[in-house]
């Protein structure tokens, strides 16, 4: 009886944690996660959003140590494996980034969204065009067309300045034969609604015990 005690208590703290990162209140999450993790410290996820809400927090070391503890845990996971590589592809490692989006791919080999993450690190590595980079997003989630949005056009004022960028709102990208207009995508973004993966909507950990998981933020 105590112990199930405890595993309602870590429960608990792990959904006001996700609360508190939807809202982005990531000091507060970072606590109610630290606290779980003290109650529970096997449970994989905590560690994962852990990662999550100390990357937002601008300590990537912290984070990526904690979603390592995650992989540590669960290696079978591939959430687990891509949202390291997520946080690797935020601090500008695209080539670490797409080592982990490939092992999660091994272990999803079905999954659109591991799917377009593998495409998006070659195409910061200039290994892919712009046409492969949007290959096939019709069903990934509407949070990685917005990182999509933002990362085209980073390139795009990097390679032409802002100005052209606001002017023109186009851009084309030498790996690319078919130009990439921003209008285009914008309507493609508005238009397009995302299905969330059956497989992302409830997770296991390694005891078998059900894990309710929010909507992930790392999309």
Request: hydrophobic share 45%.
């Given at each position: 009886m105590k112990r199930h005690f405890f595993l309602d208590y870590a429960e608990r703290l792990f959904f006001k944690a996700q609360k508190a990162l939807t809202a982005r209140d990531f000091e507060r999450a970072e606590d109610l996660l630290q606290q779980a993790i003290a109650t529970d410290p096997e449970y994989p996820?905590?560690?994962?959003?852990?990662?999550?809400?100390?990357?937002?927090?601008?300590?990537?070391?912290?984070?990526?140590?904690?979603?390592?503890?995650?992989?540590?845990?669960?290696?079978?996971n591939f959430v687990f494996h891509m949202a390291l590589g997520i946080r690797f592809l935020d601090d500008g490692d695209a080539a670490e980034a797409r080592r982990h989006?490939?092992?999660?791919?091994?272990?999803?080999?079905?999954?659109?969204?591991?799917?377009?993450?593998?495409?998006?690190?070659?195409?910061?590595?200039?290994?892919?065009?712009?046409?492969?980079?949007?290959?096939?997003?019709?069903?990934?989630?509407?949070a990685f067309r917005a990182r999509l949005l933002v990362s085209l056009q980073e390139r795009a004022i990097s390679?032409?300045?802002?100005?052209?960028?606001?002017?023109?709102?186009?851009?084309?990208?030498?790996?690319?034969?078919?130009?990439?207009?921003?209008?285009?995508?914008?309507?493609?973004?508005?238009?397009?609604?995302?299905?969330?993966?059956?497989?992302?909507?409830?997770?296991?950990?390694?005891r078998g015990r059900s894990r309710f998981c929010c909507r992930c933020p790392m999309g």
């Open positions: 996820h905590l560690h994962m959003y852990l990662g999550i809400a100390l990357g937002e927090l601008d300590r990537p070391t912290e984070a990526v140590s904690a979603l390592r503890k995650a992989i540590e845990l669960d290696p079978k989006f490939q092992e999660a791919a091994r272990r999803a080999p079905d999954n659109l969204l591991v799917k377009s993450y593998v495409r998006l690190a070659s195409w910061e590595l200039g290994e892919l065009g712009v046409d492969g980079l949007l290959h096939d997003l019709r069903d990934v989630p509407i390679k032409a300045g802002p100005a052209q960028v606001l002017m023109e709102g186009a851009f084309d990208e030498r790996a690319s034969e078919t130009p990439v207009r921003w209008p285009w995508l914008m309507r493609w973004f508005d238009a397009e609604r995302f299905a969330w993966p059956s497989s992302s909507s409830r997770a296991r950990n390694t």
